[in-house]
């Protein structure tokens, strides 16, 4: 449907209600007289010319019954009306063809003069030739006025009322609403406004829920996984209180046990409150300058201790110069922490974990690749997934809560960059990201 604007609409219709009245006149005019000529029917004028002719003339028979009787024959063949007065305008005849017909118009008036004085006076009547046309020409009007108002019951007030309802409907929150189909214009760009209102709120809701869902499972999965380590330590502290511990390589044992649960418990906590503050809340980053070649050696040393218990080797393979960003170094280095933990973690024992860090171009990029047993197809694909984990288990051996690949990918976005993992050529899992240069001389 082809659309048009208002004032154009407009303006159709001034031409609409101007040129239809027009345009019935001229056609009633042509049909009744057979021509467009607008002046007096010549015939009229010949007959109003013989009648005055012939009233003039028998000035003496004005009185006279046959005289008159004549000339109402005469009036009735031509379809005219006269009236004679006298010179005290009295009347003396009075006739109209036919009787009792308003259409008439005076068409000619004179007095008749005898001897110096006014003997009498004549008019004379013919029809009006255009009644006719006049009468079809306000039909004409009233034609346009009832075409225009239909096409703007239409295409604007209809459409416009059924837009107002569907804006109602959507602040009371329902979001399925029909809309119209309009050729004018405006109304076409407010339905196409009104629609793209309503599928980004269907659209922001969906997401609403979604989050709403996953809130709901980050809570009931992290009340799960919190609740292990607790019944863990609360056993062994129940034990130590009731002397179970009897000697002192139990007690040495039990508090291990104990140390290494609470430790565990504030891991949890600290996933648990930087995957909040990265999505759910907003976050300022501290814009500092960072030397990441600087950050990735003192994440290094911190996980060295773990990776020693297991005879694993975290080896800076290769970093470059001029690594510098911009950042928050404590999220920065609390991401970084997270991926080499997670190497850590599923890196067999006596296997080796190689750092690289680089400039490229206008990035920084630094990787992280261990000589594990790799990414399986499916967890590629969902290794960042809030609370997502490999094994089929959720035992705490192998790693946290699930949220640690999450927060870090989160961080490095947050910061510009992005983090992706992959599976090394000769084996292992490969880490891979990068965040924006810092330019010393901007």
């Known amino acids: 449907m082809r659309s048009i604007r208002i004032r154009t609409f407009s303006v159709l219709s001034l031409l609409l209600i101007l040129m239809l ?41 004005w009185s006279d019954p046959k005289w008159q009787d004549d000339l109402r024959g005469k009036l009735q063949a031509l379809d005219m009306g006269v009236e004679i007065l006298t010179e005290s305008n009295q009347e003396i005849f009075f006739r109209f063809f036919p009787e009792e017909d308003r259409s008439f118009t005076r068409s000619e008036q004179f007095s008749i003069m005898q001897d110096g004085r006014i003997f009498g006076r004549v008019m004379i009547f013919q029809p009006n030739s255009r009644a006719v046309q006049m009468i079809v020409a306000f039909a004409g009007l009233l034609l346009a006025f009832f075409i225009i108002g239909y096409v703007m019951r239409r295409f604007i007030l209809k459409p416009l009322e059924k837009m107002s309802q569907a804006v109602r409907q959507v602040a009371e929150g329902d979001l399925d609403v029909q809309l119209p189909e309009s ?9 196409g406004g009104i629609q793209i209102m309503t599928d980004s709120l269907q659209e922001s809701m969906q997401k609403q829920v979604e989050l709403e869902e996953e809130r709901r499972f980050i809570i009931a999965a992290v009340a799960h996984d919190l609740r292990t ?10 034990g130590l209180e009731k002397g179970i511990a ?33 999505e759910y809340l907003e976050m300022e980053l501290k814009k500092d300058t960072v030397n990441l070649p600087l950050l990735l050696q003192r994440s290094i040393d911190s996980l060295n201790p773990l990776a020693k218990q297991n005879s694993i080797s975290i080896i800076p393979n290769y970093f470059g110069d001029d690594c510098m960003i911009m950042g928050d170094s404590y999220l920065l280095e609390r991401a970084i922490n997270n991926l080499l933990d997670n190497a850590v973690r599923h ?4 296997g080796k974990i190689f750092i690289q860090c680089y400039k490229d171009g206008n990035r920084v990029v630094f990787t992280v690749q261990d000589t594990g ?27 946290g809560v699930g949220l640690g690949l999450t927060i870090s990918r989160r961080v490095v976005r947050r910061h510009g960059g992005d983090l992706v993992v992959d599976n090394y050529s000769e084996g292992g899992a490969l880490i891979k990201g990068w965040i924006p240069a810092h330019c010393s001389n901007a």
Request: hydrophobic letters at 30%.
């Open 347 to 350: 890196t067999p024992h006596s």
């Open 183 to 191: 050729p004018i214009k405006e109304i076409t760009e407010v339905h």
């Open 373 to 399: 047993k790799g990414f399986s197809s499916e967890e590629i694909h969902r290794v960042f997934d809030p609370l997502y984990r490999g094994e089929a288990s959720r035992n705490r051996s192998t790693g």
């Open 21 to 61: 009245p027009w345009v019935f006149y001229v056609t009633a005019h042509f049909l009744t007289t057979k021509s467009l000529s607008f002046d007096t029917n010549e015939a009229q004028k010949e007959d109003l010319k013989k009648m005055s002719h012939f009233i003039e003339t028998n000035t003496e028979n």
């Open 246 to 278: 009897d000697s002192p390589d139990k007690q040495a044992k039990y508090l291990a046990v104990c140390k290494e649960k609470s430790a565990q418990l504030a891991r949890l906590v600290e996933d648990l409150f930087t995957f909040t503050k990265t």
């Open 229 to 238: 380590p607790l019944f863990a330590l609360r056993g062994y502290l129940d």
